[in-house]
């Protein structure tokens, strides 16, 4: 377990986290008025407890091997002591004091003992033994003042580095052995085969110093920030680090290959502008996700499922307004204010290309062969190439196109019918030929269609406007209708046609999803699901809706059942891979797409698209 002591002195500030177990981490904030000890379940991101700890000055954290105990260094004014607290209570019971300061921790590797790093007010390096069993803390080594300490895996070497030095003391004996003249260092990584440090160092030459243990030799420098915080794979090929991009609001996550020592992925997380250059980092002990601590006066703990997902940074021009997948392996992005579509590669998240898009694009859909993408713009439907973007046929429509986040485009059960909402009706066009068959006959004259969508049965065409119109999707005719005090936007057809979620306005002015079974004419609000945009599972089992701040809610639709999947970015749109794997999140707030694998609902990873983000779909 890895001690993360105080980085700055505004009381304000969250500052040190640890690791507890393989299923959490554990992160400790403080304020002017409070100190807290969070426990975050890594599988599930959310908070499963913590500790209260009062207004007494604390500057870090470390848990005992066996998960039990959480260690605390308390400081008052007369007081310096390491207080230790049961996880299970929450309530202290033991301490050691230390009248010359508390610098780190370290867990020992073979007992239950720890290791303190201690002598900043005497300007001494003091190495104290503490027995967690007795709470006793015997003096083992004293030398000249450090700035850093660590503990080799197999806990045979302590590693202390000095304004100028890193010194090697035996961890039985506790006799210095060895001195290499490495000036700087202010954090020490042991990579856990032994064979690596990692010596993060300070200005003037900020990096990460690769020391090789086998030969006493620097075998390369990572650049990174000032005392940059590093985390090593459990296996020890990979190195993970993270940086704030000064003058911008992001972070970047970086995936680095501890045999080139080449950065081979890396991956953009928000981070609030006032943020530090150095971010503290920690590594599960299954080494499959790591954990990011935001130093701002809002706390806030990222979760990244690793591997990293991202390689490169997407960035294209303008506004980000829809979202759909041409194939399994390419996202279409409808910029509404750059007037493109650009084709983004999932797995690479490479922009591989950029299409005229006509005014304003709203979203975009292809047709069952892959090879058209039908992009719905300001004026109407353009037909495009999905491979060249040469454009194929454009259809405009009686009147304009509003320019919202809505389900707006619909593909007939057999694919040969696409059905696009204008505002004023519903058009019909035929693929591949791409020409206007006409107007749906069964919405009556003068209403306002904010939504569309198709059971993929073939029986029913399903239509938000003045009021819900359920259709013949074949005919046109009307099968039943339902007044509503405010039409629908988005609505999803479950996978036989019986039913349609979609959200709304009840008679009492609350704002829910509900569902509509058709043969019934019943209609039913789902209790504690919050509306939003929702896709239907390929499988028709789960409806996912973006209705949350913070999360993407998942309503099994067997069960009646919702779990809440925590989102990378906040929600406002949601899609689902061809393949049912992973969720596609929209942001208002972001100019991010978030990705959510489904079989591991931890945050995975996200994607730069350099605007806000609103209507998804997906094919």
């Known amino acids: 377990m890895r001690w993360h002591p105080l980085l700055t002195l505004a009381l304000s500030l969250p500052f040190s986290y640890s690791v507890q177990a393989a299923d959490s981490f554990a992160y400790f ?59 299970s209570t929450g309530k202290p019971v033991g301490s050691v004091q230390f009248l010359d300061g508390i610098q780190q921790v370290e867990t020992s590797p073979t007992s239950s003992d720890l290791f303190v790093l201690s002598g900043h007010v005497s300007h001494n390096a003091l190495i104290y033994q503490v027995d967690t069993t007795t709470f006793t803390a015997t003096k083992v080594y004293t030398g000249p003042e450090a700035t850093a300490l660590a503990l080799s895996p197999n806990g045979a070497t302590f590693y202390l580095a000095t304004s100028s030095a890193l010194l090697f003391i035996n961890g039985t004996t506790f006799q210095q052995e060895q001195s290499l003249t490495i000036p700087g260092i202010t954090r020490i990584t042991p990579s856990p085969d032994g064979q690596r ?115 490169t940074v997407v960035e294209p021009v303008g506004n ?24 983004v590669d999932v797995t690479t998240q490479a922009l591989k290309a950029q299409y005229d898009a006509g005014p304003s694009p709203v979203t975009a859909l292809t047709d069952q062969t892959g ?58 066009i035929s693929t591949p030929t791409v020409e206007l068959l006409g107007y749906i006959p069964g919405i009556p004259s003068g209403s306002v269609v904010d939504g569309i969508a198709a059971s ?9 406007g003045d009021s819900f119109l359920v259709l013949n999707q074949s005919t046109g005719a009307l099968v039943a ?21 979609f959200d709304a306005y009840n008679p009492e002015n609350d704002y829910s999803v509900y569902m509509f079974e058709v043969a019934s004419e019943t209609l039913s609000s789902i ?35 919702i779990t809440e999947l925590a989102s990378p970015v906040p929600p406002s749109g949601v899609a689902v891979t061809p393949d049912g794997s992973t969720l596609v999140v929209t942001s208002y707030a972001s100019t991010s797409l978030g990705l959510i694998p489904i079989a591991n609902p931890v945050l995975g990873s996200k994607i730069l698209v350099g605007g806000e983000t609103a209507g998804i779909s997906v094919r």
């Open 29 to 87: 904030t403080k304020t002017t008025n409070a100190s807290t000890l969070s426990l975050l379940n890594s599988s599930t991101g959310k908070q499963t407890g913590g500790i209260s700890l009062g207004i007494i000055a604390r500057s870090g954290a470390v848990y005992s091997n066996d998960g039990s105990l959480a260690f605390v260094n308390e400081n008052t004014q007369n007081t310096l002591a390491l207080v230790a607290y049961s996880l």
């Open 456 to 464: 993929p049965s073939g029986n029913y065409l399903f239509v938000a």
């Open 481 to 501: 209708s339902v007044a509503l005090g405010v039409a629908p936007t988005f609505l999803v057809s479950s996978k036989d046609g019986s039913a349609v979620y």
């Open 320 to 343: 980000a307004c829809g979202v759909a997948f041409t194939t399994a392996a390419e996202i279409s992005v409808t910029n509404c204010l750059a007037d493109t579509v650009d084709i």
């Open 197 to 311: 440090l990692y010596l993060s160092a300070n200005s003037p030459s900020p990096g990460i110093q690769v020391l090789n243990l086998q030969n006493d030799t620097i075998a390369g420098t990572i650049p990174a920030t000032n005392s940059a915080y590093v985390a090593v794979s459990p296996d020890s090929s990979t190195i993970y680090t993270a940086k704030y991009q000064l003058g911008t609001s992001q972070a970047t996550v970086e995936q680095v290959a501890a045999s080139t020592l080449t950065v081979t992925k890396s991956l953009v997380v928000p981070e609030p502008a006032e943020g530090p250059p150095t971010l503290p980092l920690a590594l599960s002990p299954g080494g499959d996700t790591l954990a990011i601590l935001s130093q701002t006066v809002a706390p806030s703990v990222t979760l990244i499922k690793l591997p990293l997902l991202s390689v």
């Open 527 to 561: 209790v504690n699901l919050p509306p939003g945009q929702m896709v239907l599972s390929p499988d028709g089992n789960t409806l996912y809706v973006a209705g949350s701040p913070t999360d993407v809610q998942a309503y099994d639709t067997t069960t009646q059942t």
């Open 371 to 428: 090879d058209v993408l039908y992009v719905l713009n300001a004026f109407g439907v353009w037909a495009l190439s999905a491979k060249t973007g040469r454009v194929l046929n454009k259809i405009e429509f009686p009147s304009a196109v509003p320019v919202l986040p809505a389900s707006l485009l619909a593909l007939s059960a057999d694919g040969k019918t696409l059905f696009a909402a204008y505002g004023a009706g519903v058009a019909e």
